[in-house]
């Protein structure tokens, strides 16, 4: 049963222009899934994470949660839920405490910040012993983790990711798609990646959609990845 559906989307990346980017593109990504998102710089990868949480509005086509759309839904729930990190890390000068804990103190999401969870999401992602440590002294792929734990405490049912691991060595690759892999696996998380890297969506995703420039104003759809 899929989580996430995309049917017939067509968004330009350019609010002046009615020109689509992407156009009649359909995707499901079910629960537990990891589908990836790939093509070279300028197809539209971003564009596309970005219009399914609403940060860009599609010319046409729908998204919907669970047969739902963001309005049903509502867009505070539905973004809650559906978990934009993208690739440029946003945090503050703060600790990395104070910014896993903010989504909680601002009331953008439900429930509480566990401070135990957020420890033992840091600890797979690398960073154990770091929650007081300033933002600010982090490399930028040790800001990618940060933001990645952030949105994992919200408990999305999908986390759609920006090139995650960008900035990352290998050895520190190897724990975001572990950390993925586990919170996949418990707790049923479905993730939707873009990446330029073929070989991360060949290993660690059951599909791959190819957003090259020929696919556009064609329908789509994601292939096996190991077919």
């Given at each position: 049963m899929p989580v996430l559906r995309i049917e017939d989307l067509a968004v330009t990346a350019d609010p002046r222009s009615d020109r689509p980017l992407i156009a009649g593109l359909s995707l499901t990504v079910g629960r537990g899934e990891?589908?990836?998102?790939?093509?070279?710089?300028?197809?539209?990868?971003?564009t596309l994470l970005r219009s399914i949480v609403g940060l860009i509005d599609p010319l046409n086509g729908t998204v919907t949660l669970d047969d739902k759309t963001p309005p049903v839904v509502g867009w505070p729930t539905f973004r809650s839920r559906v978990c934009l990190v993208p690739q440029r890390p946003t945090l503050t000068d703060h600790t990395i405490q104070s910014n896993l804990a903010r989504p909680f103190n601002f009331k953008s999401t439900a429930g509480h910040y566990d401070p135990d969870r957020a420890r033992a999401?840091?600890?797979?992602a690398g960073l154990s012993d770091e929650v007081g440590r300033s933002a600010a002294t982090l490399s930028q792929g040790q800001q990618q983790r940060v933001c990645l734990v952030r949105s994992l405490l919200i408990a999305p049912d999908v986390l759609l990711l920006d090139e995650p691991t960008s900035a990352l060595d290998s050895e520190a690759v190897k724990l975001v798609e572990a950390l993925l892999a586990n919170e996949m696996a418990e707790r049923g998380l479905s993730v939707l990646i873009a990446t330029h890297d073929t070989t991360q969506a060949q290993r660690f995703c059951t599909r791959v959609l190819d957003l090259s420039p020929l696919c556009v104003n064609k329908k789509t759809v994601g292939e096996p990845a190991h077919a």
């Open positions: 990891a589908v990836a998102v790939t093509g070279p710089s300028g197809c539209g990868k971003t999401l840091l600890d797979r």
